[in-house]
C-alpha cells in the first residue's frame, strides 16, 4: 500500500479526493463551515480509510506532500463557498508530525494569500494524537500560525493524557471534543455531567466548544443541553466530495 500511495502521489495524486463535512452553529443549526477530510481510492483495492492511510503517509513522509495538496484544495474549495457565504468557516486537519517535518505552517500562510482567503475564516485542527510533550519549536509554529489570524482547534479533546497540558502551551480557539463522549453522554449521568463541566471549563476560558459524532436527533436534543457553540455529525450531513456538499449544503443556504 505505500508504494500505491507514493505511486499515485507521483501521479498527480490520482485517487486521493478532499470530502468535506459539514459543521453547524449550535444555536440555530445554520450552517457555520466544513472540516476537510482527506479520502484515497485505489483501484485495486476500493476506498482505504484514512484511520490505515494517514499513519503510513506519516511513517515515510508522504504527508508533506498530501498535506500541501488537502491544504490547497481546502482553501481552493473554501474561497469559492466563501464568495456565497462571507464567513464560512474552513478547517484543515493538521498533525503533529506534519507540522514538526514539513514547512506546512508557512505553506498554509503563502496559500492564504495566494488564494486570498481572509485567515479569520480559517481554522487549523490538530490532531491530540502523536504529540507527546512540550516541544518549544511546536509551540512557536503554532503561535505563528495564531498571530496569522488563522483560527485553531485543538481535536479529539479528551483522548490523551495531558490535555490540560496543551490548553496551557497551545491556547486554542476551539475544543473539539472526541465523539466517543457524545455517546457515552447519553448512556449515564456521570458522563453527561463530566461533558457539562468540559463545556463550562471551554466557556469560562472564553474558548469555542465543538460537539462530534452526533448521530441522532436524540443525541442533537441531549448535546444541546451543554451549551456548544459548534456541532457535527452524520446526523447532519456525512463527510461527502465538493460538488455534493455545495448541492446539499450550500446551495440550500
Ligand atoms: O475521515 P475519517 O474520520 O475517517 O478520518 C480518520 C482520521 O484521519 C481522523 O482522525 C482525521 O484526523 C484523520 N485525517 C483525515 N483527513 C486528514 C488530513 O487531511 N490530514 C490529517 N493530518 N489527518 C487527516
Ligand atoms: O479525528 P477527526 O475528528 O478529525 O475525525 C473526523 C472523522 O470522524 C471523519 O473521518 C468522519 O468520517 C468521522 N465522523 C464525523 N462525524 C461522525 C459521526 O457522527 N459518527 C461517526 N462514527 N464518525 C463521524
Ligand atoms: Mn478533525
Ligand atoms: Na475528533
Redesign the pocket.
Known sequence: ITKILRQSILNHFEGFE??F?PLFHAEDNTLYGAE????FHCAELGMI???EF?PIL?ETGL?IP??RW?MRQALACGKKIQRVIPNFQIS????YI?IMKSDIISEIAAAIEEFEVNPANVVI?L?ESGLLESDPRFTSLWGSLKSEGIRLAL??FGTGYSNFHYLYELKPDIIKIDRSFTAKALSNEYDYNLLSLMSDMVHHLDLKLCVEGIETEEERIRLQQVGPDYSQGFFFGR?CPYKQFHDDFVAKC
Open positions: 478532499a470530502y463535512q476537510t477530510l482527506m479520502r480509510s484514512p484511520a494517514i506519516e504527508i498530501a498535506g488537502i484543515i486537519n493538521v498533525s506534519q485542527e490532531t481535536d479529539d463527510p
